[in-house]
């Protein structure tokens, strides 16, 4: 505004003076009004490029402080995500390191299952052989032994124990009985359960009840024996009776009845060696 003042005045002194001064004079005077027009509109220039910078200025400091923000919420997510990452790093150490403790107790176990097992089919096929061997031919087709997960089983046909309809063993028996006797001697740290089992016809005796009453009298009868004529601790020794319920036999046949009326002595590992094994089964890991 006032570069724009001084050139009207200095026009209209111009104006004034132009009748009243030398030639030379006023040329100096244009000459000066050229000079002044010159610097105005450089001012104005000036003016106008100011203007431009000062807005482009706003506008960089403007995004640089958008991007700094940005730069600040990205640290701050990264310093999270990092925070997150060596704390599940340092929780999953731990849990590796609790998997790999319970692997080897769960290896550990189940060698010493393997090893269990092991041993017990050993003993198992040791007494088995060494009853086999022990009996002679008749007495192989009246008996029969089988093992079973690690159970040894002898199969004797009540027909060779007892009179039909009777609990009393016969003195044909007690040949075999000794052989059997012998072997559970051998293999003391074995129990041995005596099971009887019948067929379904029914019995009638005044001094039986039933099938049930038949088959445990003459488990009992075996288990007597056993501890009375072959001295064995009759701590290792249980009697039980299974009726006509346990069949392995078609009961519809003569052969089949017959099949099924037998006495088993069942020869198994003690129950405190399995449970044993079972206390040192590994505990699972409680998160």
């Not at 958008?66 to 997150?84: G, I, V």
């Not at 009540?158 to 044909?172: H, P, Q, T």
Request: neutral net charge; hydrophobic residues 40%; glycine residues 4%.
């Amino acid at each position: 505004m006032r570069l724009r003042a001084l050139t009207i005045a200095g026009a209209a002194a111009l104006v004034a003076l132009s009748g009243c001064v030398s030639n030379k004079k006023f040329a100096a005077l244009q000459t000066e009004h050229e000079a002044l027009k010159k610097d105005y509109n450089a001012s104005q220039v000036a003016l106008a490029e100011s203007r431009a910078n000062g807005k482009s200025l706003e506008t960089l400091l403007a995004e640089a402080k958008a991007n700094n923000e940005e730069l600040k919420r990205n640290y701050a997510s990264l310093q999270k995500s990092l925070d997150n990452s060596i704390s599940q790093n340092t929780q999953g150490n731990v849990n590796i390191s609790k998997l790999v403790d319970e692997i080897n107790a769960s290896n550990r176990y189940i060698k010493q299952l393997v090893e269990a097992k092991s041993k017990s089919d050993s003993l198992n096929l040791a007494l088995t052989t060494n009853l086999t061997r022990s009996l002679d031919a008749s007495e192989l087709q009246e008996v029969n032994i089988k093992v079973l997960k690690g159970v040894v089983y002898i199969s004797l046909a009540d027909n060779m124990l007892f009179k039909s309809g009777s609990y009393d063993v016969n003195s044909r028996a007690m040949e075999t009985l000794g052989k059997i006797a012998k072997i559970i001697k051998d293999y003391g740290d074995y129990d041995v359960l005596v099971e009887g089992n019948t067929d379904p016809v029914p019995i009638n005796r005044t001094n039986i009840r039933n099938n049930w009453d038949l088959s445990a009298l003459r488990a009992s009868s075996i288990v007597q024996v056993l501890q009375n004529d072959f001295g064995i601790n009759p701590s290792r020794l249980t009697a039980a009776g299974r009726g006509e319920f346990n069949p392995i036999a078609d009961n519809s046949t003569e052969m089949g009845r017959q099949r099924n009326r037998r006495t088993e002595i069942i020869i198994t590992p003690k129950l405190d060696q399995f449970l044993e094994l079972i206390d040192k089964a590994p505990e699972s890991s409680q998160n």
